[in-house]
C-alpha cells in the first residue's frame, strides 16, 4: 500500500516517463553516433525493425517527406544498412528493408537492452504487462494526435499579464 496520495503517484509517473523518454533520446543519440548516423536515419531504422514498408509508409512513420526520404535510404543504403528489395507480396512495388549488417549492428547496440527488458518483465504478470502495454499504446495514440494539433496551432509570443500573488500557490 503506498504512502504517497494519488496525484503525487500521478505525477510521479509523468515525471518518470518524461526522465526515461530523455534517457532513450540519449541512448539511441549515443548509438546512432557510435554507427555514424543523425537522428532522423536513425528513427528510419527503427521504424524498419517492425518490417519491411514502401518508401510512402516509413516516410510517414518518420515524420518527413517522400523526398528527404530518398535521401536518408540513399544515405543508409550506402552504409550498407538497408536495401531497396521487390515486394514480395506485389512485385510492382518496391520495399526498403534492413540488411544482416543493420541487424548485426543492432543486436551489439540495443541487445543487452532486449535482454534487460526480457529479464525485466519476469516481475509482471501477464495481466500487469497488458495494462503497461495499454498505458504505453494509448499514450502513443494521444502522442499521434498531439503532433497534429501542434502542427496547426498558431503559437503566441506575446505572454498574458500575470495575476498578482502573494508567494508560491497564493492568491
Not at 528510419?44 to 515524420?63: F, I, N, V
Not at 515486394?87 to 520495399?95: A, K
Not at 540488411?99 to 526480457?118: E, K, M, N, R
Amino acid at each position: 500500500m503506498s504512502r504517497r496520495t494519488r496525484n503525487e503517484v500521478v505525477f510521479g509517473l509523468m515525471r518518470a516517463w518524461r526522465a526515461a523518454r530523455l534517457q532513450t533520446d540519449l541512448l539511441d543519440d549515443t548509438a546512432f553516433h557510435k554507427i555514424g548516423i543523425n537522428r532522423t536515419d536513425g528513427r528510419c531504422l527503427d521504424a524498419l525493425s517492425e518490417g519491411p514498408m514502401t518508401a510512402t509508409t516509413l516516410a510517414q512513420a518518420c515524420g518527413i517527406s517522400p523526398n528527404a526520404l530518398t535521401t536518408v535510404v540513399d544515405r543508409l543504403a550506402e552504409r550498407g544498412l538497408v536495401e531497396r528489395v521487390k515486394d514480395p507480396t506485389d512485385r510492382r512495388r518496391v520495399v526498403v528493408r534492413l540488411t544482416a549488417l543493420a541487424d548485426h549492428i543492432s543486436t551489439q547496440l540495443y541487445g543487452p537492452v532486449v535482454q534487460w527488458s526480457l529479464h525485466n518483465f519476469e516481475k509482471y504478470s501477464t495481466d500487469e504487462l497488458e495494462l503497461i502495454e495499454g498505458f504505453i499504446n494509448s499514450g502513443r495514440e494521444f502522442q499521434a494526435e498531439h503532433v497534429r494539433y501542434i502542427n496547426e496551432l498558431e503559437l503566441s509570443w506575446d505572454v498574458p499579464d500575470a495575476p498578482a500573488t502573494d508567494g508560491p500557490g497564493g492568491g
